[in-house]
């Protein structure tokens, strides 16, 4: 391949891209979910075990991603049938069992992913006065499940589509951008917030102090092992793996010298911004007496705005922290819906607007069910989440380490000379063996082969 630029478009510069595939990584998985799980399972160690996960099985398959995409240079299905041409028949299998998945995947997760953006929306705008500021539990009462989220949902997906119509370079690029900063901007100046408020400290011996007891034995004194794929299982999820939103950013990408060098970079600021976020959502907690940090989902829309109550400021606080929250869901959903409008355009033939339109307003009505139905947002969330992520996961990890040539396998490395090579090689045992490995172990735990869930 050559480094000619692609008449089908694609990032103007390298920070434009960084920015758009950490814009994709970042989202409700970092302040919403890394949060509410850590909380759950007791903090520190549970922390240590993830960042493990990001190291072993996200890194090296936000590489693979990355250059079957750049390699391929077209949408998930069409990049993988490209490259995995020399494997015969059991490429193309491969390729249209994951492409299929991967396409789908984006489809089933945006609609209900756009719900929860929708009620961060209303939150925020009633933190900016627009609507009444009751107790959480009550505002989200009267959201979850209920007609009264979908003019936010909707709202949030027009803001996607948006986006996504005006191309990767002209939309994408140019959103992230500008969200990207602002999100980072928010967050450190929340950050100083809760350094002044208090509780900081303990949020941060919460966070950094591992306490294997607490995290291995629930309390009855029972195991629970499944800590560990859950952490694994959020790895890939807060990395946006799995479903080829990185293998479709990847193809978009004018040059493979640094594919290294950047995904190393996306990982670092994705598990940063959660690491910020849950010191900043512990120290609200902690500054409080008696408030729980393993409130479980419901941790960002009912604890925390119940808190916000009596803080000084508390209102100007929840409102940049809703808003937060926003940005970081919007450049995630421009990621899932690319997934399906690249899918569409390369594949299909569409023209980019016709097929944000169309996809956009396809998942928009599929989203209404999640957003009337709390048991719908669930099963849609399970399903994909936990048994199509890791899916799609473990068959691009056999599709880049055993199906690819060895030459677009290593192309990533190549410039970085002779550290490369060897790189290129612990990678390829990696992605071979490792990572399908601990991959199947988080799937057959969510089938409860091995006793968790
Ligand atoms: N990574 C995002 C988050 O943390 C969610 C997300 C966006 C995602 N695109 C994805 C997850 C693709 C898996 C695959 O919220």
């Known amino acids: 391949m050559s480094d000619a630029p692609q008449p089908r478009g694609g990032f103007a510069t390298r920070i434009g891209f960084v920015l758009a595939a950490a814009g994709s990584a970042v989202g409700l998985g970092n302040i919403w979910k890394f949060p509410y799980i850590t909380g759950e ?6 922390v240590l075990v993830y960042l493990f996960c990001i190291a072993l099985v996200g890194l090296p398959l936000m590489y693979a991603e990355l250059i079957i995409g750049r390699r391929g240079g077209s949408d998930v299905l069409g990049s993988l049938r490209k490259l995995t041409q020399s494997s015969g028949p059991a490429g193309a ?21 756009a719900v929860v953006a929708g009620w961060a929306v209303y939150y925020a705008l009633a933190y900016a006065g627009l609507f009444p500021l009751e107790a959480g539990g009550d505002m989200f009462g009267s959201l979850y499940g209920k007609n009264k989220s979908l003019p ?47 509780g900081l400290s303990e949020s ?25 794929l859950e952490a694994l299982g959020h790895a890939f999820f807060t990395l946006s793996l799995g479903m080829g939103a990185m293998v479709t950013y990847g193809s978009y990408l004018k040059s493979e010298v640094a594919v290294v060098r950047d995904g190393i970079i996306v990982a670092i600021l994705d598990t940063v911004i959660a690491l910020v976020a849950g010191l900043v959502i512990f120290a609200v907690v902690f500054s409080h007496e008696g408030a729980e940090p393993g409130a479980g989902p419901g941790l960002v829309f009912v604890t925390l705005p119940g808190l916000f109550a009596d803080m000084p400021g508390g209102q100007v606080f929840g409102f940049a922290f809703f808003v937060l929250l926003v940005f970081a869901a919007w450049s995630s959903a421009i ?22 339109l169309g996809a956009g307003f396809a998942i928009w009505g599929l989203g209404i069910w999640p957003a009337r139905s709390t048991s719908a947002l669930d099963l849609l969330d399970n ?31 190549r410039a970085l000379g002779p550290i490369g090579d060897v790189l290129a090689k612990g990678w390829t045992v990696i992605i071979r063996f490792v990572t399908p490995v601990l991959v199947a172990l988080v799937i057959l735990n969510k089938l409860g082969v091995l006793g968790g869930e």
Request: hydrophobic share 55%; with cysteine.
């Open 41 to 46: 399972y007791g903090g520190g160690a549970f």
């Open 93 to 113: 299998a491969v390729s249209y069992a994951v492409g299929g998945m991967a396409v789908a995947s984006g489809f089933l997760i945006l609609s209900f992913y």
């Open 204 to 228: 941060f011996t919460f966070l950094f102090k591992p306490d294997f007891d607490r995290l291995l034995r629930a309390e009855d004194g029972g195991l629970k092992p499944d800590a560990i």
């Open 335 to 356: 990621s899932l819906l690319e997934v399906v409008v690249a899918f569409l355009v390369d594949s299909l033939k569409l023209d980019r607007k016709m097929a944000a």
């Open 383 to 413: 399903i994909t989440t936990k048994y199509m992520l890791p899916l799609g996961g473990l068959g691009i990890a056999i599709a880049a380490g055993w199906l690819l040539t060895k030459e677009d396998r290593e192309a990533g490395f």
């Open 152 to 198: 936010w949902h909707t709202f949030f997906m027009v803001l996607s589509v948006g986006v996504v119509a005006a191309g990767v370079n002209g939309g994408i690029e140019r959103a992230c951008k500008v969200l990207m900063p602002m999100l980072a901007a928010i967050l450190g100046i929340l950050l100083v917030y809760v350094g002044v408020t208090g």
